[in-house]
């Protein structure tokens, strides 16, 4: 890395994947020690212009590995990177080919994603985040089957939550078409909209619902596949997490029993408050 890198504002971004806390520092997970005066510990401006960092943060991708050695002198620490390794396609990669990779996860899928993260965070629905945790983890490392899987799982849980979150009991059927029916019921989405709009909506919703359990058995890996198994595209398992997150991320902020769905027509993103 050369010596002219630019110094980061205190609000530029210094987030990378590759990134941890230590005691008083930060420890780049990647560093190599294998010098005498190699470290761990890194810098803001370190991370503000590592080419892994720069990828994590402008392509939104952490599928990056850089062989990266960072020396300690008296008037400072100095970071060689050696390359950057691509798990994905396995092989070296630049931030250019990175910047036009269509293995990138569209902008729009990035931000709903991280929307649903932070409620799923901030309101305690910790199953439904682990499978959108899951289903990330799966289209990164290309297991497209799990992915679909998880998605639809993380869709579930979330209905599941929201009745447990109300006391009331869950349908006698616990398939993912008997708790959307169900969890409509208990939001009371029907009188929602006096004008029948978001009834429409919520309806059209409901014939694609129906549809995301026979598309994990078909498609998913929670069922065995035969001789020759279905060819699942990556752009498909993105379309299956993108869709179960717009239309089933429920958002509990008090007062408990009041609630407001507020439908996005950017990103379509749901959200119900009770």
Not at 37 to 55: D, L, M, Q, R, Y
Not at 151 to 178: A, D, N, V, W
Not at 200 to 205: F, M
Request: net charge positive; aromatic share 6%; hydrophobic share 35%.
């Amino acid at each position: 890395m050369s010596n002219d890198m630019v110094q980061p504002d205190e609000t530029d971004s210094i987030e990378c994947h590759l990134q941890q806390i230590g005691m008083g520092t930060l420890i780049c997970r990647a560093a190599k020690q294998t010098a005498n005066n190699s470290t761990n510990e890194v810098s803001p401006i370190i991370c503000f212009n590592c080419s892994a960092g720069k990828i994590f943060r402008e392509v939104g991708c952490d599928a990056i590995l850089p062989k990266i050695r960072i020396d300690k002198y008296v008037s400072g620490h100095e970071a060689i990177i050696g390359n950057l390794f691509c798990k994905l396609r396995k092989r070296n990669t630049s931030l250019e080919f990175c910047q036009s990779c269509n293995l990138v996860t569209a902008e729009t899928t990035k931000k709903v994603i991280s929307i649903t993260q932070g409620i799923f965070k901030a309101q305690g629905y910790f199953s439904a985040y682990k499978d959108l945790e899951k289903a990330r983890e799966s289209i990164r490392d290309g297991n497209f089957e799990n992915s679909i899987t998880h998605s639809i799982s993380c869709f579930e849980s979330t209905m599941r939550i929201c009745h447990e979150k109300l006391g009331k009991k869950l349908p006698k059927k616990k398939q993912i078409t008997e708790l959307w029916k169900s969890t409509r019921d208990i939001l009371d989405f029907n009188s929602l909209d006096p004008s029948g709009a978001t009834l429409v909506l919520l309806n059209s919703l409901t014939g694609t619902i129906s549809h995301l359990g026979g598309l994990r058995n078909m498609l998913g890996d929670a069922h065995g596949k035969g001789v020759v198994p279905p060819d699942v595209s990556r752009v498909l398992c993105i379309f299956t997490q993108k869709y179960t997150l717009r239309n089933g991320t429920i958002n509990p902020n008090p007062p408990r029993h009041a609630f407001s769905v507020s439908l996005s027509n950017n990103s379509g993103l749901m959200g119900a408050h009770f």
